[in-house]
Antibody, heavy 117, light 108 residues
């Protein structure tokens, strides 16, 4: 079964840090572009960051640049998001998602909630 | 990286058709045939229902169809069913992914 499972969310104070993890199974993780996408409570989806299969390219949204870092371990089939200098506006459900092709996301995890307060 | 524009709400009766628009710019929707649509039920993760403007992933009924004209993409849901009541989001490939604000579809 193709699956993504996020973990690492929780309650953190402003200025604090968290590291999110996403465990992939059932597909070739090492050949997949991967993404973090978030959704603030009652709000829409926001793409946060993406990384290419071998980890040599990464992109992120302006609002997290310099604070969040996406990374991956293909040997462990895992994607990560290191979040530093967290702000109240970073409060959201964070989803890990596989890129099907050109920013279409065909596999999603169940999400992990991050609350900055 | 501005969000794409969607109407906040749409509605239709069972069996009817409804179309949701997604307006971007010549730098995103208008520039690429890489528009996708997602369905999200409350408390659930989004589900890909359309990619590359009109293509459907395996298992998605053909009641869902997509199109594009210029800088505006559209999702049409035909033969509305109660379970189609959900939030719908569009997305376009640009320098990176960008989403619309979402449309809440109500089945009357």
């Amino acid at each position: 079964e193709v699956q993504l499972v996020e973990s690492g969310g929780g309650l953190v104070q402003p200025g604090g840090s968290l590291r999110l993890s996403c465990a992939a199974s059932g597909f070739s993780f090492k050949n997949s572009w991967m993404n973090w996408i978030r959704q603030a409570p009652g709000k829409g989806l926001e793409w946060v960051a993406s990384m290419n299969p071998d980890g040599s390219e990464k992109y992120d949204v302006d609002s997290v640049r310099g604070r969040f870092t996406i990374s991956r371990d293909n040997a462990e089939n895992s994607l990560y998001l290191q979040m530093n200098s967290l702000r109240a506006e970073d409060t959201a459900i964070y989803y890990c998602a596989r890129d099907h092709a050109y920013s279409s996301y065909d596999v999603w995890g169940q999400g992990t909630m991050v609350t900055v307060s | 990286q501005s969000a794409l524009t969607q109407p906040p709400s749409a509605s239709g009766s069972p069996g009817q058709s409804v179309t949701i628009s997604c307006t971007g710019t010549s730098s995103d929707v208008g520039a690429y045939n890489y528009v996708s649509w997602y369905q999200q039920h409350p408390g659930k993760a989004p589900k890909l229902i359309i990619y590359e403007v009109y293509k459907r992933p395996s298992g998605v009924p053909d009641r869902f169809s997509g199109s594009k004209s210029g800088n505006t993409a559209s999702l049409t849901v035909s033969g509305l069913k109660a379970d189609d009541e959900a939030d719908y989001y569009c997305s376009s490939h640009a320098a990176s992914g960008v989403f619309g604000g979402g449309t809440k579809l109500t089945v009357l």
